[in-house]
Nanobody, 123 residues
């Protein structure tokens, strides 16, 4: 089981950028599909972006496509989410997740969750 810890959240104005990081423990990180999910107040947790174990495949939710970029560095056991052109609707707690699925786009396939990091976008 891989352990995950997010960092990099904060308060940013609309149109600004943030970079989230997710540090993983365990020697098998490179065998996991990983993803970012988010949960806004009063809403269900939703998929944001996922990257395959090798990093060769990425997928995004339509709401973030063209603005967010997911990446990973298996040598460092790290995953990242670069968020540009942030909108008020991007305000949420962001979670990194890992699972054995090639593409991790559903919470039911997640085997490990991070504790979450708050992203707040102001006008």
């Amino acid at each position: 089981q891989v352990q995950l810890v997010e960092s990099g959240g904060g308060l940013v104005q609309a149109g600004g950028s943030l970079r989230l990081s997710c540090a993983a423990s365990g020697s098998t990180f490179s065998t996991y599909g990983v993803a970012w999910f988010r949960q806004a107040p009063g809403k269900e947790r939703e998929f944001v972006a996922t990257i395959s174990a090798s990093g060769g495949s990425v997928y995004y939710a339509d709401s973030v496509k063209g603005r967010f970029t997911i990446s990973r560095d298996n040598a460092k056991n790290m995953m990242y989410l670069q968020m540009n052109s942030l909108k008020l609707d991007d305000t949420a707690v962001y979670y990194c997740a890992a699972g054995r699925s090639y593409i991790l786009s559903s919470a039911v396939d997640v085997r490990s969750w991070g504790q979450g990091t708050q992203v707040s976008v102001s006008s």
